[in-house]
């Protein structure tokens, strides 16, 4: 049974980098099954997509955070990361990752971590 548990600080300054990463264990990370994504809940709103990376390496950032967002892995580590740069209270948010079966949408993911809560305050 695959897991992802995501990592990283509970508050971030504004302006400051966050750094999050997505550890996946119990199955295959590098597969062309699948591809992996970021995914985040603002307090009062619903799911948005942030980003993913597929098994190439290639990345895909929703538009608004493109700019700011940059995904990587490592896949010795079955690790991938998120980093978003520039960080205001507006990026407060609940954060997922998650992965998703081949040639489907990003909101049609199989299995999600539990999510790690992110505030972005001084």
């Known amino acids: 049974q695959v897991q992802l548990q995501e990592s990283g600080p509970g508050l971030v300054k504004p302006s400051q980098t966050l750094t999050l990463t997505c550890t996946v264990s119990g199955g295959s990370f590098a597969t062309n099954s699948y591809y992996w994504i970021w995914i985040r809940q603002p307090p009062g709103k619903g799911l948005e997509w942030v980003g993913s990376?597929?098994?190439?390496?290639?990345?895909v950032y929703t538009p608004s955070l493109k700019s700011r967002t940059s995904i990587s892995r490592d896949t010795s580590k079955k690790q991938f990361t998120l980093q978003l740069s520039s960080v205001t209270p507006e990026d407060t948010a609940v954060y997922y990752c998650?992965?998703?079966?081949?040639?489907?949408?990003?909101?049609?993911?199989?299995?999600r971590g539990q999510g790690t809560q992110v505030t972005v305050s001084s």
């Open positions: 998650a992965r998703v079966p081949g040639g489907r949408n990003w909101d049609d993911y199989d299995r």
């Open positions: 990376i597929a098994n190439s390496g290639n990345t």
